[in-house]
């Protein structure tokens, strides 16, 4: 899984400086969530309605519970790998308990394709992810403008044009 974190930042840092980031951030609780997918969606990210797309997903670990969170993250990763309009596709972690998703697609039938197919169904799996969520993940839609595609984490790639 990776390295143990000794960052004084992220054994410290409060959920809530990511509402400084995303206002709307106001989790519901699993009680409040009761009998839906746990995917809380925020924003229509259909501004315009022709375009590439992304989901931003912040999904919060219960204390003790991160690693629960990070091997999610690699099941979702493989599931993502078999999507062939999903990408870039990123894990990231902000904080000791905070996890983050960003994922881009070519246009609204990629990003729903991602949805149904085997990364987003592995947020069907309610029990377990109830079980090392601290409450059902906020999802922000988004419109993406522009981007800058020529580097990968520093490398120069050669974009696929279709």
Known sequence: MGEPLDDPFLDST??????AVFPTLKPKTWE????????????????????????????EAKPGKEDAVQAFLWDIHKGVDE??????????RYSKTSFLIFETFPDHSGRRAHAAGPGGAQFMRLAEIEDFLAYPTQTYKFDVLHGKFGVMMGQPITPVVT
């Open 14 to 19: 409060p959920v809530s400086e990511l509402s």
């Open 32 to 59: 409040e969530n009761k009998g839906a997918i746990p995917v809380e969606v925020t924003g229509a990210g259909d501004v315009d309605g022709t375009g590439a797309k992304a989901f931003f997903l912040h999904l």
């Open 83 to 92: 999507e062939p309009l999903t990408g870039p596709w990123f894990a990231l």
